[in-house]
């Protein structure tokens, strides 16, 4: 049969945008798939150099649209622990509860895109729906929908609105309560299943060996999540399971995205009852005035994609000397995804793609 | 888990039935959060202008636009931050380092219009903007924009624990007020190295202490020095505007902290004290300032007076190359700074290291040299191509109430006890007067209290006809002699100085002051003779004001010196009297009063004399 180059994307109905893949067909089958980044690139890191410590908190939120709140919180824990900067205890907690919140969000939000790839439009509406009342919150809580710039160096930016505790319990029952209808709409629909069952197989070797982080590693078995492994924030004050899977494939992955949206849910209910009271930020050095000392670090916590990493330099200026992220979409867009690829159907590439989380913008920074 | 049914989500279609939940745009408007992020308002009352906003803007959206309607003040400028939406991104880091608190963000996002010129807006606030801003119930969204807003939309608002400045200073290390008032040790410690880098590091560079400072001392630089821990270059900064910043940094009046941005809402940086820090960590400022004066130029001047202004003078014209010649009847530099400031705030050491720097540049010092008894003024003036005069207030007023002759005058009791000998003092004594100088003698006469009647319970009592309110010292004189245990009697004027039979001091009988300025705001007290009250006291001590002593001037020439309305010496724009080639400078021209304003003065008379002599 002839072997044919198939372009998907950037322009394409079974892509998200701002990425593309170079399939190589023959007939229905993939033979190699190459992924091409930097249709969204703008410089995050390079701009860094260039903008001051507080001016750069400001940015990095920018490099993930869908979970802006892990970057924030990567720039965070990096200039503290440069600038040798403690954290208030409530701050902890309250990082700890808005990150759960983002998570959430975040994965409902992949939740709408991976159902609407599927074409299970109704349940990806709901999915929206129930992404907008977490935007709520997070509007009060930080002033913003989506880009919050809440989580800076020394703790955050404004403590809880009065009476949120009840807003956000609120806010996540209703969302809790919709649980049934996507079980049965969605998790438990047999075109679920069949579309997405062994498709997209990742084996725990070739997760290991590619560099897989978040979902596409917990998929095959292992309960590898920062949050357990080097906790941040309060995560160690709180109990809590990491969701697992064995199979490795499609479904696998999208149950452990909802099974990590209850868990994470619990877990904010527990936060929000164990809060301390007190202050939430220790305030940084005068912004005009801030020079950090020379040194390195290396910062990573669990979003809700998987690994992030943040390496920073400073050479005891007023900017930081460089800035690299180390993002799970970039491993999981650019090795796995064509690794795996290979011998899917060319129908199965934005169910592969979508169920592998992988954020574009998250690669081009 | 076997294969999941296919019926199950047939259970969706309940959802046929349930009401949407889309909202319908813009006939259903959702409310933004209370602290919402969106377009700015500022209250141009309390803006002042500092730039604080425009720095720290990521995007640079926000240029500082000069308003020529407003009036430039101490500690505000007459400039108002624009704002350019198409590059806000609404961070809000302009509302968390404003100052005053004046900027702050609204709950209104919506702006549509063609003229992208109109993106670009310079934001004001429902108090002074009636026109844009209109009541809830005329609002429609249909019209939102920048010129079509919401009265009483106040969203994400400036918090003080939340600011990116410091409010509060790096406490001064001081002697506590029971220890110090034993003695007359130095009551400032001074900051050492951290606390003085730590407190630089507040300083915000929106310079509006420089434009309130009289002599305007580029005091962001050499601020941004200490905290570098360079404190040559700071040093070498000051020197560029003054040149006694060992006696500045101890005695200013500080008008730069009373105009400093971070005053508003919090504490003032210290500016004085950082001043004093470097002036007391270099050891040789001859070594560090590399100075050297210029060729010579061949004109001489002649400086009647080593106090601030004098001695600002001095230095600034032999850097210019000119010789000169500086007389004063004391025996050592400093004029005022070395009579008056007590040793507790002020001590020898710190004045003698600025006047050992100028002398080192070359200035001639003739001390113990009375002008008018050891040198004619008239040969000065005829020998010397300028001369300047800088002879401060030297001579204490007096009550003239009955028997005031009795007496003593504050100016003389403060410079016996600085540079004399200590004087004998009462067990309980009055001070008349309620300004810095009447405070500063009150609790010297304590320390002498407390040093010649060691526990004998002594007392001194200050009579001044102004009330609290309007007490004309210092605030921070006022609290330190409280605390010291200075006792207050505001509002009562001196009628007559009681004698006992042996006609020694028994008491200062007052009455009540019902007023002390008239409507107009002039000095005219008035008494209530009804209310009198008799303070016992063994010694009082006037410290009610001071004047200038001409006696050295010639009564032809005295003649022909002109005065302004307030009895100060009128000088030109060069600083020259209406004696020609006679300058003057320093309190007898200022109502200022204090050391800066005299360097000021002296930076004036200095370009002046080089006007006149050098025609350009």
């Not at chain 1, 650019?334 to 954020?359: F, Q, R």
Request: aromatic share 10%; hydrophobic share 35%; proline share 6%.
């Amino acid at each position: 049969m002839r072997e044919l180059e198939l372009y998907f994307g950037p322009q394409h109905l079974g892509m998200v945008g701002n990425f593309s893949i170079t399939l190589n067909v023959e007939g229905d089958r993939i033979i190699k798939a190459a992924s091409n980044p930097g249709y969204l690139h703008r410089g995050f890191e390079k701009l860094m150099e260039y903008r001051t410590w507080i001016q750069n908190f400001t940015l990095v939120c920018r490099i993930n649209v869908i979970e802006p709140d892990s970057m924030e919180l990567m720039y965070s824990m990096a200039v503290e622990d440069l600038a040798g900067i403690e954290v208030p205890e409530r701050a902890e907690y309250i990082r700890s509860i808005y990150l759960e919140l983002a998570r959430v969000g975040s994965h409902l939000f992949g939740l709408w895109a991976y159902a609407n790839m599927l074409g299970f439009d109704t349940v990806a509406n709901w999915a929206m729906y129930h992404r907008d009342l977490i935007l709520d919150l997070f509007e009060e809580i930080t002033g913003a929908r989506v880009y919050h710039m809440y989580i800076w160096p020394g703790g955050v930016r404004r403590d809880f609105p009065k009476g949120l505790k009840d807003r956000i319990v609120k806010t996540l029952h209703k969302i809790g309560s919709g649980v049934p209808d996507y079980d049965d709409t969605f998790f438990n629909n047999r075109l679920f299943y069949d579309r997405a069952k062994n498709v997209g197989k990742v084996t725990r070797k070739q997760a290991l060996e590619m560099g897989a982080v978040g979902q596409v590693l917990r998929a095959t078995g292992m309960k590898y999540d920062i949050r357990k492994i080097e906790p941040y924030a309060a995560y160690d004050k709180v109990d809590w399971e990491i969701p697992t899977r064995e199979d490795g494939d499609a479904y696998s992955r999208i149950w452990i995205v909802r099974d990590e949206m209850i868990e994470s849910v619990h877990m904010i209910f527990k936060l929000l009852d164990d809060m301390p009271e007190g202050s939430v930020y220790n305030r940084i050095p005068n912004p005009f005035k801030w020079n950090i000392p020379a040194g390195e670090t290396y910062v990573r916590c669990e979003s809700s994609r998987g690994e992030l990493g943040l390496y920073m330099a400073s050479n005891g200026e007023d900017k930081p000397y460089r800035v690299h992220f180390n993002t799970p979409s970039y491993s999981h867009g650019l090795t796995i995804l064509e690794e795996v690829l290979k011998g899917e159907s060319v129908a199965d590439v934005g169910n592969i793609m979508m169920s592998l989380y992988i954020v574009a913008p998250e690669i081009d920074r | 888990m076997g294969k999941p049914s296919i019926f199950t989500p047939f259970k969706a279609v309940k959802f046929l039935f349930k009401k949407p939940k889309t909202l319908r745009y813009p006939f259903e408007l959702k409310e933004p959060a209370a602290h919402y992020r969106g377009f700015h308002l500022n209250d141009w009352d309390a803006c002042t202008g500092c730039g604080n906003c425009s720095d720290i803007c990521p995007n640079d959206a926000i240029t500082m636009i000069e308003i020529p309607e407003i009036e430039p003040e101490l500690g505000k400028k007459n400039e108002r931050p624009q704002i350019d939406y198409g590059r806000c991104c609404f961070c809000g880091l302009c509302v968390d380092v404003c100052p005053p608190g004046s900027l702050r963000l609204s709950r209104d996002y919506i702006h549509v219009h063609f003229d992208t010129g109109t993106f670009i807006s310079l934001p004001k606030d429902d108090k002074a903007d009636k026109e844009n801003f209109v009541p809830a119930e005329e609002y429609s969204v249909l019209k939102a924009s920048l010129t079509h807003r919401k009265q009483d939309y106040e969203g994400f608002v400036s918090d003080l624990d939340y600011t990116l400045f410091d409010p509060e200073r790096v406490p001064m290390p001081e002697i506590p007020p029971d220890v110090r008032k034993l003695s007359f040790v130095e009551q400032v410690i001074g900051y050492n190295r951290e606390e003085a880098r730590k407190e630089a590091s507040r300083c915000l560079e929106c310079k509006l202490c420089e434009d309130a400072c009289p002599a305007h001392l580029k005091i962001s630089d050499y601020i941004k020095a200490i905290y570098e821990d360079k404190p040559d270059e700071s040093l070498r900064k000051i020197y560029e505007d003054n040149p006694i910043p060992s006696m500045c940094g101890r005695i200013c009046m500080k008008p730069c902290e009373d105009a400093c941005s971070l005053s508003i809402r919090g504490e003032s940086l210290s500016i004085r004290w950082l001043k004093r820090y470097t002036a007391d960590t270099i050891a040789d400022f001859k070594k560090t300032l590399e100075q050297k004066p210029v060729e010579p130029i061949g004109k001489k001047v002649a400086v009647i007076g080593a106090g601030p202004s004098g001695l600002s003078v001095a230095y600034f014209l032999r850097l210019k190359g000119y010789e000169v010649v500086v007389f004063d009847n004391l025996p050592g530099g400093g004029g005022t700074m070395r009579t008056g400031p007590p040793l507790y705030r002020l001590p020898l050491e710190g004045i003698d290291k600025d006047v050992d720097y100028i002398a080192s540049l070359g200035v001639d010092f003739k001390f113990n040299t009375k002008v008018g008894e050891d040198v004619m003024f008239e040969d000065l003036l005829r020998d010397y191509d300028a001369v300047f005069m800088g002879i401060g207030t030297t001579v204490s007023r007096s009550t003239r109430v009955k028997n005031a002759e009795k007496c003593t005058l504050a100016l003389d009791f403060l410079r016996d006890n600085k540079i004399g000998e200590k004087r004998k003092i009462g067990k309980e004594v009055i001070i008349i007067g309620g300004g810095n100088v009447a405070l500063d003698t009150a609790r010297e006469t304590l320390r002498l209290q407390n040093m010649q009647y060691p526990n004998e319970g002594t007392v001194t009592k200050t009579v001044s006809l102004e009330d609290w309110d309007e007490m004309p010292g210092s605030e921070e004189e006022i609290t330190e002699s409280k605390e010291e245990g200075v006792v207050f009697n505001p509002a009562w004027g001196p009628k007559e100085v009681v004698l006992n039979e042996e006609g020694n001091i028994k008491g200062l009988l007052c009455v009540k002051v019902k007023s002390v300025f008239n409507e107009e705001g002039k000095f005219a007290p008035n008494f209530d003779e009804e209310k009198e009250m008799l303070l016992e006291g063994d010694m009082i001590i006037e410290a009610i004001g001071q004047g200038p002593d001409f006696s050295f001037i010639p009564a032809e020439l005295l003649e022909k010196l002109e005065y302004t309305e307030r009895r100060k010496v009128k000088v030109d724009k060069n600083g020259m009297t209406s004696i020609q080639k006679l300058f003057a400078g320093g309190d007898i021209v200022n109502l200022n009063l204090d050391a800066v304003t005299a360097i000021a003065d002296a930076k004036i008379a200095t370009e002046g004399i080089d006007n006149i002599l050098f025609p350009h």
